[in-house]
């Protein structure tokens, strides 16, 4: 649908998000993931109207940077005040404004003394610095005050220090028992999140600072702020138009395929190859490693020589050990298995039961890698025409023979960019690791 250039767009829900959005209410947290774009802060701001003025929306724009403490003058409706910005941006503005209606050198004033005592003690035990609120002039109580951090100003703070800071102020805040923050990793350090997020899901600490929440419900693009305690309260937005579907989380492979979308759907980002790949032989490892850095440069592949196909049922077990469940792991469908035609045929029920899907166990239509060496390399070796003949460990051809590790360096030296690959190499396994890097 095409709309005015200052029209709003009508987005609505599918039947499913209505059903997540109602269990959403009654959780004690909540968890967002997805595209940018898809639909998480529409949902964090319909669910603050829908509670009304009991919740507090944190937008991405939270936090003013201030200098000197201003006094607090008590205001009977401030509450109110806050709901009515609120509304009058979400349900009239042109354009999407994230803006929090929060300021927190008025949020630390309007603080009780026994409030300010919880902040203190938070930023002390997250942080390990001191705050302090002390007098512009010392001595003299007429002054204006300003907060001390570690003895400085805390406007020469980070703005990671200011941000974590605004976020405990806000949520001390006893007039609202639901949060809903968007994107709370924003301007934080990945240990800083770590620790925030550690901080917000403990239930203890939630009980003794924050009794009054109810309930708190991030957006986040950081894998830090899951909720691994009950991975149920993880939820996958997409939008499809105008319109938003939400997905609840329901298994460990559910909860694991979010934490691997959050790492950019790369495993490279844990400095993890993109895929790996089991092999028969030396031979064949040695030449399946040129092969894929020559087409795929800028991946990353872990090829592994098992020596045998039997012992391919220990790497495989090795690397459930790695990722406890490999059959619920992002590294399931990137695990491929390479053998020859003769080969135990326990090998593959083995891989199947061990969660390796079966178009990623490839099997060769002759026995023995070197059929697969590139065409023209080989004529160059041996001479075109007729095929070569493998007897124990050597490799023979219109009369010219090679030991197989021979001949196997001779061929991954004159590979390169350019280099046509066998048909088979390039249907069996080109073809799958390509859909693997698209994925």
Request: include cysteine.
């Amino acid at each position: 649908m095409k709309y005015k250039y200052d029209q709003k767009p009508n987005t609505s829900f599918t039947e499913k998000a209505r059903k997540c959005i109602e269990e959403i209410k009654n959780a004690d947290y909540s968890v967002f993931v997805g595209r940018n774009n898809c639909g998480k802060s529409y949902i964090l701001k319909t669910l603050t109207q829908s509670f009304g003025k009991q919740a507090s929306y944190l937008g991405p724009a939270r936090y003013q940077n201030f200098h000197i403490l201003g006094m607090y003058t008590p205001k009977s409706n401030k509450k109110d005040e806050k709901w009515r910005q609120f509304i009058q941006q979400w349900q009239h503005q042109q354009q999407n404004i994230d803006n929090s209606p929060i300021n927190l050198q008025q949020a630390i004033a309007e603080l009780s003394d026994m409030q300010r005592d919880k902040l203190f003690e938070i930023v002390k035990n997250l942080l390990g610095t001191d705050l302090k609120i002390l007098y512009t002039v010392e001595d003299n109580t007429m002054s204006q005050k300003y907060i001390s951090c570690d003895g400085h100003n805390i406007s020469y703070t980070s703005s990671g220090f200011r941000l974590i800071t605004t976020l405990v102020t806000c949520m001390l805040d006893t007039d609202y028992d639901t949060f809903l923050i968007d994107e709370p990793e924003l301007g934080i350090s990945p240990e800083a999140q770590g620790i925030l997020a550690d901080f917000l899901f403990d239930r203890e600490q939630r009980k003794k600072y924050f009794g009054h929440i109810k309930r708190l419900i991030f957006a986040t693009h950081s894998t830090i702020f899951l909720d691994r305690l009950k991975i149920s309260n993880n939820y996958s937005i997409k939008k499809d138009g105008d319109i938003i579907d939400i997905s609840k989380t329901d298994t460990i492979s559910d909860f694991n395929n979010i934490h691997f979308f959050l790492l950019g759907n790369r495993l490279e980002s844990l400095f993890l190859p993109s895929c790996i790949i089991l092999t028969e032989g030396k031979c064949d490892q040695h030449y399946l490693t040129k092969v894929l850095e020559s087409k795929y440069p800028n991946s990353q592949f872990s090829i592994l020589n098992a020596n045998s196909d039997s012992r391919m049922k220990e790497l495989v077990n090795v690397a459930g050990n790695i990722f406890t469940d490999l059959q619920k792991s992002p590294y399931r469908n990137r695990i491929i298995a390479v053998l020859d035609k003769v080969h135990d045929t326990s090998v593959k029920q083995t891989l199947l039961k061990y969660g390796i899907p079966e178009s990623n166990i490839l099997v060769w239509d002759k026995n023995g890698i070197e059929y697969y060496y590139p065409n023209e390399i080989m004529d160059s070796i041996f001479g075109s025409d007729n095929e070569i003949a493998i007897t124990g460990d050597l490799v023979s051809r219109n009369g010219v023979s090679y030991k197989k590790w021979e001949l196997c360096e001779k061929v991954v030296s004159k590979i390169d960019s350019s280099t046509r690959f066998n048909g088979e190499v390039e249907v069996k396994l080109l073809k799958t690791i390509e859909l693997i890097l698209g994925n």
